[in-house]
């Protein structure tokens, strides 16, 4: 499983500068992360980099790889298990937790796009009156250029649909 941290994250969980890799060949095991701020809290943004399928949690309290990886997991996991993917989570993500490496980001439009779900998350939280996972719900309804205008959701369900068979 590949955990592709920008700059910020990996300094914050102090993970030595991440080297590029390719997309896992398994695209629910390649994840990108990055950490940004509204209102003095720090906020993770863990987005499937394959499809954007996004999740957002706080980031108060992980200081190092190992509390990253458990919070980003059970973050992953909570998400899926709520949209009906908990299938998806056991059989194509859970396997690859036990080998967790960390990248540089994949390339600029996938970061571009995350951009863009940070600034939205950011929105929805100097609201105020939106829990992270109804924020979660709206990132991944969101349409996204770099998919073509499609949804996160229904991309990260298009690659459940091709992997099942």
């Known amino acids: 499983m590949i955990f592709r941290l920008s700059q910020k994250l990996a300094k914050k969980i102090k993970v030595p500068a991440p080297l590029p890799k390719p997309l896992d060949p398994n695209p629910f095991a390649d994840w990108s992360a990055h950490v940004f701020t509204v209102q003095r809290t720090q906020y993770l943004l863990l987005t499937n980099t ?32 709520a949209n009906g993917q908990e299938a998806t989570f056991k059989r194509f993500i ?47 309804d969101m349409p996204m250029s770099y998919l073509k205008y499609g949804r996160p959701r229904d991309a990260f369900l298009s690659l459940s649909a091709s992997s099942t068979g």
Do not use: C
């Open 50 to 81: 394959a499809s954007l399928y996004s999740t957002v949690l706080h980031g108060r309290g992980i200081s190092d790889e190992g509390q990253f990886i458990d919070r980003a997991l059970r973050a992953i996991s909570e998400l899926m298990e």
């Open 94 to 140: 859970a396997p690859g937790t036990a080998n967790v490496t960390f990248a540089s980001a994949l390339n600029r439009s996938v970061t571009g796009s995350m951009n863009d779900l940070v600034n939205a998350a950011q929105f929805y939280l100097a609201e105020g009156d939106h829990s992270l996972f109804d924020i979660s719900l709206r990132l991944n």
